[in-house]
T-cell receptor, first 109, second 115 residues
Framework: GQNIDQPTEMTATEGAIVQINCTYQ??????LFWYQQHAGEAPTFLSY??LDGLEEKGRFSSFLSRSKGYSYLLLKELQMKDSASYLC??????????WGAGTKLIIKP | DTEVTQTPKHLVMGMTNKKSLKCEQH?????MYWYKQKAKKPPELMFV???????INESVPSRFSPECPNSSLLNLHLHALQPEDSALYLC??????????????FGPGTRLTVL
Protein backbone atom coordinates (compact mmCIF):
# COMPACT_ATOMS: atom_id res chain seq x y z
CA GLY A 1 0.00 0.00 0.00
CA GLN A 2 0.90 3.66 -0.14
CA ASN A 3 1.67 5.47 3.08
CA ILE A 4 2.79 8.95 4.02
CA ASP A 5 3.44 9.84 7.65
CA GLN A 6 3.62 13.28 9.21
CA PRO A 7 3.19 14.42 12.79
CA THR A 8 -0.38 15.45 13.50
CA GLU A 9 0.42 18.67 15.30
CA MET A 10 3.44 20.75 16.28
CA THR A 11 3.84 23.90 18.36
CA ALA A 12 6.62 26.47 18.00
CA THR A 13 7.41 29.98 19.15
CA GLU A 14 7.38 33.11 17.02
CA GLY A 15 10.87 33.84 15.70
CA ALA A 16 12.07 30.26 16.19
CA ILE A 17 12.80 27.45 13.71
CA VAL A 18 10.66 24.34 13.21
CA GLN A 19 11.19 21.18 11.17
CA ILE A 20 8.24 19.14 9.92
CA ASN A 21 9.13 15.60 8.90
CA CYS A 22 7.51 13.41 6.30
CA THR A 23 8.25 9.74 5.61
CA TYR A 24 6.75 7.90 2.70
CA GLN A 25 6.32 4.47 1.16
CA UNK A 26 4.75 4.71 -2.27
CA UNK A 27 4.57 2.74 -5.50
CA UNK A 28 7.20 4.68 -7.37
CA UNK A 29 8.44 8.19 -6.81
CA UNK A 30 8.27 11.14 -9.16
CA UNK A 31 8.80 13.98 -6.74
CA LEU A 32 7.54 15.36 -3.45
CA PHE A 33 5.55 18.53 -2.83
CA TRP A 34 4.95 20.56 0.29
CA TYR A 35 1.79 22.64 0.44
CA GLN A 36 0.58 25.09 3.06
CA GLN A 37 -3.11 25.27 3.91
CA HIS A 38 -4.75 27.82 6.19
CA ALA A 39 -8.02 26.72 7.77
CA GLY A 40 -10.90 26.86 5.31
CA GLU A 41 -8.65 27.88 2.42
CA ALA A 42 -7.08 26.08 -0.53
CA PRO A 43 -3.61 24.52 -0.38
CA THR A 44 -0.83 26.72 -1.74
CA PHE A 45 2.44 25.44 -3.17
CA LEU A 46 5.57 25.78 -1.04
CA SER A 47 8.24 23.53 -2.53
CA TYR A 48 9.08 20.61 -4.78
CA UNK A 49 11.92 18.10 -4.48
CA UNK A 50 12.77 15.32 -6.89
CA LEU A 51 16.52 14.99 -6.33
CA ASP A 52 18.24 14.41 -3.00
CA GLY A 53 19.28 17.50 -1.17
CA LEU A 54 18.08 20.81 0.12
CA GLU A 55 15.96 23.36 -1.74
CA GLU A 56 15.92 26.80 -0.15
CA LYS A 57 13.32 29.45 -0.78
CA GLY A 58 13.44 32.41 1.56
CA ARG A 59 12.40 31.39 5.08
CA PHE A 60 11.35 27.95 3.90
CA SER A 61 13.61 25.03 2.94
CA SER A 62 12.78 21.47 1.98
CA PHE A 63 15.03 18.44 2.09
CA LEU A 64 14.72 15.06 0.41
CA SER A 65 16.44 11.70 0.86
CA ARG A 66 15.06 9.25 -1.68
CA SER A 67 16.99 6.30 -0.26
CA LYS A 68 15.42 6.88 3.17
CA GLY A 69 11.96 7.81 1.91
CA TYR A 70 12.21 10.97 3.94
CA SER A 71 11.66 14.68 3.57
CA TYR A 72 11.44 17.63 5.87
CA LEU A 73 10.19 21.19 5.64
CA LEU A 74 12.20 23.73 7.61
CA LEU A 75 10.59 27.03 8.54
CA LYS A 76 12.84 29.78 9.93
CA GLU A 77 12.04 33.06 11.68
CA LEU A 78 8.53 31.89 12.37
CA GLN A 79 5.72 34.39 12.09
CA MET A 80 2.20 34.16 13.47
CA LYS A 81 0.87 33.88 9.89
CA ASP A 82 2.78 30.60 9.52
CA SER A 83 0.13 28.96 11.71
CA ALA A 84 -1.42 26.54 9.21
CA SER A 85 -1.48 22.92 8.13
CA TYR A 86 1.49 21.67 6.12
CA LEU A 87 0.79 18.86 3.68
CA CYS A 88 3.40 16.52 2.24
CA UNK A 89 2.40 14.92 -1.07
CA UNK A 90 4.31 12.38 -3.17
CA UNK A 91 3.93 11.91 -6.93
CA UNK A 92 3.69 8.15 -7.44
CA UNK A 93 4.48 6.01 -10.49
CA UNK A 94 1.07 6.88 -12.01
CA UNK A 95 1.83 10.61 -11.57
CA UNK A 96 -0.87 10.86 -8.91
CA UNK A 97 -0.44 12.95 -5.79
CA UNK A 98 -0.54 10.83 -2.65
CA TRP A 99 -1.27 13.14 0.27
CA GLY A 100 -0.14 12.92 3.84
CA ALA A 101 -2.69 13.77 6.52
CA GLY A 102 -1.01 17.11 7.18
CA THR A 103 0.72 18.66 10.16
CA LYS A 104 -1.06 21.43 12.02
CA LEU A 105 1.52 24.00 13.09
CA ILE A 106 0.62 26.28 15.98
CA ILE A 107 2.77 29.36 16.50
CA LYS A 108 2.79 30.96 19.95
CA PRO A 109 3.94 34.51 20.69
CA ASP B 1 -3.12 34.74 -14.98
CA THR B 2 -2.09 32.06 -12.48
CA GLU B 3 -5.44 31.68 -10.84
CA VAL B 4 -8.05 28.98 -10.55
CA THR B 5 -11.48 30.37 -9.78
CA GLN B 6 -14.41 28.52 -8.28
CA THR B 7 -18.05 29.43 -7.84
CA PRO B 8 -19.97 29.55 -5.65
CA LYS B 9 -17.86 30.16 -2.56
CA HIS B 10 -20.54 28.71 -0.30
CA LEU B 11 -23.50 26.46 -1.10
CA VAL B 12 -26.28 25.13 1.08
CA MET B 13 -28.57 22.58 -0.49
CA GLY B 14 -31.23 20.10 0.48
CA MET B 15 -30.98 16.41 -0.27
CA THR B 16 -33.43 16.68 -3.19
CA ASN B 17 -31.79 19.67 -4.86
CA LYS B 18 -29.71 19.74 -8.00
CA LYS B 19 -26.79 22.18 -8.08
CA SER B 20 -23.50 22.65 -9.90
CA LEU B 21 -20.04 23.74 -8.87
CA LYS B 22 -17.94 25.58 -11.41
CA CYS B 23 -14.20 25.88 -11.88
CA GLU B 24 -12.21 27.90 -14.40
CA GLN B 25 -8.54 28.35 -15.25
CA HIS B 26 -6.79 30.28 -18.01
CA UNK B 27 -3.26 28.98 -17.59
CA UNK B 28 -3.48 26.59 -20.53
CA UNK B 29 -3.39 23.62 -18.18
CA UNK B 30 -4.58 20.36 -19.69
CA UNK B 31 -5.25 18.46 -16.46
CA MET B 32 -8.03 19.43 -14.07
CA TYR B 33 -9.02 17.84 -10.79
CA TRP B 34 -11.89 17.70 -8.30
CA TYR B 35 -11.06 17.03 -4.67
CA LYS B 36 -13.24 16.67 -1.59
CA GLN B 37 -11.79 17.74 1.73
CA LYS B 38 -13.25 17.14 5.17
CA ALA B 39 -12.06 19.10 8.20
CA LYS B 40 -8.58 18.15 9.42
CA LYS B 41 -8.13 15.67 6.57
CA PRO B 42 -6.05 15.90 3.39
CA PRO B 43 -7.73 16.48 0.02
CA GLU B 44 -9.34 13.31 -1.35
CA LEU B 45 -9.16 12.93 -5.13
CA MET B 46 -12.52 12.47 -6.86
CA PHE B 47 -12.02 12.98 -10.60
CA VAL B 48 -9.26 13.89 -13.02
CA UNK B 49 -9.68 15.22 -16.54
CA UNK B 50 -6.85 15.19 -19.04
CA UNK B 51 -7.31 16.98 -22.36
CA UNK B 52 -11.02 17.27 -21.56
CA UNK B 53 -11.44 13.50 -21.15
CA UNK B 54 -12.19 11.82 -17.86
CA UNK B 55 -9.03 9.97 -16.89
CA ILE B 56 -9.64 9.02 -13.30
CA ASN B 57 -12.82 8.39 -11.33
CA GLU B 58 -11.96 7.34 -7.80
CA SER B 59 -15.10 5.26 -7.31
CA VAL B 60 -17.17 8.35 -6.59
CA PRO B 61 -20.95 7.83 -6.12
CA SER B 62 -23.06 8.69 -9.15
CA ARG B 63 -24.73 11.54 -7.29
CA PHE B 64 -21.57 13.46 -8.25
CA SER B 65 -21.27 13.98 -12.00
CA PRO B 66 -18.28 15.81 -13.50
CA GLU B 67 -18.23 17.61 -16.79
CA CYS B 68 -15.46 19.32 -18.76
CA PRO B 69 -17.10 21.52 -21.44
CA ASN B 70 -13.75 22.86 -22.68
CA SER B 71 -10.10 23.06 -21.69
CA SER B 72 -10.69 25.97 -19.30
CA LEU B 73 -13.85 24.85 -17.52
CA LEU B 74 -14.72 22.07 -15.14
CA ASN B 75 -18.12 21.49 -13.56
CA LEU B 76 -19.32 19.19 -10.82
CA HIS B 77 -23.05 18.45 -10.93
CA LEU B 78 -24.65 17.47 -7.65
CA HIS B 79 -27.91 15.60 -7.20
CA ALA B 80 -29.53 13.82 -4.27
CA LEU B 81 -26.60 14.43 -1.95
CA GLN B 82 -26.36 13.18 1.60
CA PRO B 83 -25.44 15.21 4.71
CA GLU B 84 -22.11 13.36 4.86
CA ASP B 85 -21.22 14.94 1.50
CA SER B 86 -20.85 18.27 3.28
CA ALA B 87 -17.22 19.30 2.76
CA LEU B 88 -14.88 21.73 1.03
CA TYR B 89 -14.76 20.94 -2.68
CA LEU B 90 -11.51 21.96 -4.31
CA CYS B 91 -10.73 22.29 -7.98
CA UNK B 92 -7.12 22.17 -9.16
CA UNK B 93 -5.27 22.27 -12.45
CA UNK B 94 -1.80 21.32 -13.66
CA UNK B 95 0.07 21.53 -16.95
CA UNK B 96 -0.16 17.87 -17.81
CA UNK B 97 -1.41 14.78 -16.05
CA UNK B 98 1.66 12.63 -16.66
CA UNK B 99 4.47 14.96 -15.83
CA UNK B 100 7.10 14.61 -13.16
CA UNK B 101 6.85 18.22 -12.11
CA UNK B 102 3.13 18.42 -11.76
CA UNK B 103 2.41 21.34 -9.48
CA UNK B 104 -1.30 21.58 -8.92
CA UNK B 105 -2.81 25.03 -8.61
CA PHE B 106 -5.85 25.07 -6.37
CA GLY B 107 -8.94 27.20 -6.47
CA PRO B 108 -10.34 28.71 -3.25
CA GLY B 109 -12.90 25.94 -2.92
CA THR B 110 -16.66 25.71 -2.46
CA ARG B 111 -17.88 25.11 1.08
CA LEU B 112 -20.85 22.76 0.61
CA THR B 113 -23.44 22.08 3.29
CA VAL B 114 -26.11 19.44 2.68
CA LEU B 115 -29.13 19.67 4.95
Amino acid sequence: GQNIDQPTEMTATEGAIVQINCTYQTSGFNGLFWYQQHAGEAPTFLSYNVLDGLEEKGRFSSFLSRSKGYSYLLLKELQMKDSASYLCAVVDSNYQLIWGAGTKLIIKP
Amino acid sequence: DTEVTQTPKHLVMGMTNKKSLKCEQHMGHRAMYWYKQKAKKPPELMFVYSYEKLSINESVPSRFSPECPNSSLLNLHLHALQPEDSALYLCASSQELTSTYNEQFFGPGTRLTVL
